[in-house]
């Protein structure tokens, strides 16, 4: 049966013409939804070639090649463990020619007793080396559904993942450097090259409050998924830091500097990362002293099976994952009636502290035809994912609802 979904799903074949608004069987639900705010656009994308740079990756959707970018259609994430072939890419600038292990180093310094230069053998050798499921998420996933846009990658559901990351903690390594008195913040700077060549220009330097930087499960890592880091998912050493945007887990990570003012690096300052303080009409131009800095990501649900567009009987199961920033999530439901019923899904547990929970229902539709699923998390203080949320000059922190479109009793 010939219909299309709500979103782009990987493997459709390229057709300008998806460029836009739904055709025929969306249209209904792109009119209905649009009054209140939330157009379901979606995004060009285009087949994966030789040449890309993506090697290694397995039907990502390339949203742009310079630099390189490209996130995951939501079926590819189906599983509680993010494979590295499916990890979403998000590039500031150039990769680094040489990723080797072999001569990399870390070195950090600023605010410590002693200063430290290590080799990723000294690291392993020196400290407690932990392998956990981390969920990661750029703060731009969802802005391709802002109106008017927001520049910057069209992001739409796609830029999040859960791997599973071997390496040592960030709070060992500073203990070891010896924090001083009056650290408030960590500079991070990755080995990556500014787009312009120029080698003293950073594409991308970010920072943590030294009480984040802190936390039990904020890692420096050398291994994905039991192997070497994939060369563009920062080979061999970034630093992940689950339940804050992306831009946290600085790639390529070459030094740590502790700092007694927060950090000024390159996308540090707004609107980088960055949100109004109050809420603004869509449109608005925000002056840059009225934004605030991102900390952690807001609660988000996502549905990895049924692929978007899919037939499926009357009866079919409906599962993906949910996250909450520096929370966990308590909740989550799915309503097959455009949001009228909510039946509550089976919800794991994390695997740990910062991945993403894994949950399941099966749901029963009263007769053939189109449904849409919607699914909306909860998190542990009792914040749920809102239907629509209110625009920001970036496009940042979009985490309405996930929704897919099936054709039921055809399967
Ligand atoms: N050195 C460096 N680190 C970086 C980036 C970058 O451009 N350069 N991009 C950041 C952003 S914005 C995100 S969302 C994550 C994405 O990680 P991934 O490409 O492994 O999915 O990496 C972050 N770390
Ligand atoms: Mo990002």
Known sequence: ME????????????????????????????????????????TATRALSQGDGLDGKDRLEVLNDRPINAQTPAHLLDGPITPTNRHFVRNNGIVPDDTAAEGWTLTVDGLVDQPVEMSIDDLR?????????????CGGNGRAFFDPPASGNQWTYGAVACSEWTGVR???????????????????????????????????????????????????AFEMNGEALHPLNGAP?????????????????????????????TKMEAPSYSVPRYPVAPG?????????????????????????????????????????????VQRMEVSSDYGESWQQAELDEPLNDGA????????????????????????????????????????????????????????
């Not at 960030?170 to 070891?176: G, H, I, N, S």
């Not at 991102?294 to 009866?315: F, N, R, W």
């Open 3 to 42: 219909h299309r979904g709500i979103t782009a799903a990987g493997d459709l074949p390229e057709d300008p013409g998806r460029r836009g608004f739904l055709g025929a069987s969306g249209l209904g639900l792109a009119g209905r939804v649009l009054g209140l705010g939330v157009p379901l656009q979606m």
């Open 125 to 137: 050798e020196n400290f407690e080396v932990v392998t956990m499921a981390l969920a990661l998420e």
């Open 170 to 220: 960030l709070r060992d390594v500073l203990e070891a450097a010896g924090v001083q008195d009056g650290v408030v913040y960590t500079g991070h700077y990755g080995a990556d090259m500014h787009l312009s060549g120029d080698p003293d220009r950073s594409p991308l330097s970010r920072g943590l409050p030294i009480e984040k930087a802190m936390t039990d499960n904020v890692l420096i």
């Open 237 to 265: 050493l970034r630093l992940v830091v689950p339940g804050w945007p992306g831009s946290c887990s600085q790639k390529w990570l070459t030094r740590i500097e502790l700092l007694d003012h927060k950090h000024d690096g």
């Open 284 to 328: 608005t131009e925000v002056p840059l002293e009225d934004f605030e800095t991102i900390h952690a990501m807001p609660v988000k649900s996502l549905i990895t099976h049924p692929q978007d567009g899919a037939d499926v009987g009357t009866e079919f199961e409906v599962r993906g994952h949910a996250w909450a920033g520096d929370r966990t």
């Open 356 to 411: 993403w929970q894994n949950w399941r229902t099966t749901v029963t539709v009263p007769q053939a035809g189109y449904y849409e699923i919607w699914a909306r998390a909860t998190d542990s203080e009792g914040v749920m994912q809102p239907f629509a949320i209110g625009w920001n000059p970036k496009g940042y922190l979009n985490n309405s609802f996930h929704k897919v479109a099936l054709q039921a009793g055809s399967a």
